[in-house]
């Protein structure tokens, strides 16, 4: 008799329990993105060109081998979830991933090569376009929901952070090389409305996903990437490269406003370290950085050497450089730059903000 009462408590406080887990999940983030947010996802795509697996991949973080991070330390999406307090979400194709990560985590599924077109980057041969992530990212809604009911997941992905940084591989590695159709078939309006189009598209479905709060990166001045340096025999930026990232963050920033004012409680935001950026390469002393033009990783005089590779010779002093490769920020240059947003962004920590405690533990539960 007792026992059977017992056993009805025992029952009866874990439905109980799994209510309350089911409405108090996590605040994860979801991270759409480019080699400038990846954490691993290409390492996955045996095919793919745009790789970051061999040193010296990685040599300022953990165990300092390399992770799969296109820099050698963290990305500017890691430093910014830090700021607020929100885990790092772990690569989509990692194949430890499963529905009890996804809730305490997110998942990143940022694609070296990738763009916000799908043709972007076919010069990598394997890379995930947004649209391609944003396919994955309703896999793992499907996921959730049968792990935690329609209710629950609704609930989960509606709280969580979203980010969508994009955009530069759209010209780097596509508008802007002759071998990419798009370069002779549009100007740089007609271009630069096709993106907007696009992503607009993307945006929307994002929130038809439940994408409630959504952060947009904008882009540097990427004429200056030493890359692009390279181009000219006196090494100076690309100017028509640097107008075509204001021109992108002009019309990204417009978009933002249209959608958070369209969509019901959207709050899409746009921020860019243009300005920041184009500073420090200016005077790169000023700013604690001794080098703003070459890779700090560099194959001898070999340039440009598009990835950094074990016969790379390494900078002496990493922290100083603004470039670790011929394309990729340093660490110490995404620090700049995620200072720099979450100041446009006035970013507090989750916690603090929503009445959420930060980490509240997400028990098993003993649906499959
Ligand atoms: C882009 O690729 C996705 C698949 O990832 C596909 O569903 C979509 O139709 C494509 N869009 C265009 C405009 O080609
Ligand atoms: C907007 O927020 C309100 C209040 O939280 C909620 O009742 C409503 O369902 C939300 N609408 C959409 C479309 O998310």
Partial sequence: MKFTTLAAMMVAVAVFGLLIDGHDCKIVQFIFGDSLSDVGNNKYLSKSLAQASLPWYGIDMG???PNGRFSNGRTVADIIGDTMGL?????????SLNEDMILENGVNYASGGG????????YFIQRLSLYKQIELFQGTQTLIRSKIGEQAAEKFFQDARYVVALGSNDFINNYLMPVYSDSWSYN???????LMDTLE?????LHSLGARQLMVFGLGPMGCIPLQRV?????????????????????????????SSQLPNASYRFGDAYDVVNNVISDPNKYGFSNADSPCCSFGRIRPALTCVPASVLCKDRSKYVFWDEYHPSDSANELIAT?????????????TDGHSPAPAIAPSPEG
């Fill in 231 to 259: 181009l000219s025999s006196s090494s100076a930026c690309q100017d028509r490269t640097n107008k075509l990232a204001l021109s992108f963050n002009k019309a990204g920033s417009k978009l933002m406003e249209d959608l």
């Fill in 201 to 205: 598209k993307q945006l929307k479905l």
């Fill in 188 to 194: 740089d309006q007609t271009f630069m409305e096709y």
């Fill in 340 to 352: 720099e947003l979450i100041k446009k962004f006035g970013f507090s920590r989750v916690g603090e």
């Fill in 115 to 122: 763009g916000i077109l799908n043709e972007t980057g076919g």
């Fill in 87 to 95: 885990p790092r979400p772990p690569a989509f194709l990692d194949p």
């Fill in 63 to 65: 165990n300092g081998l």
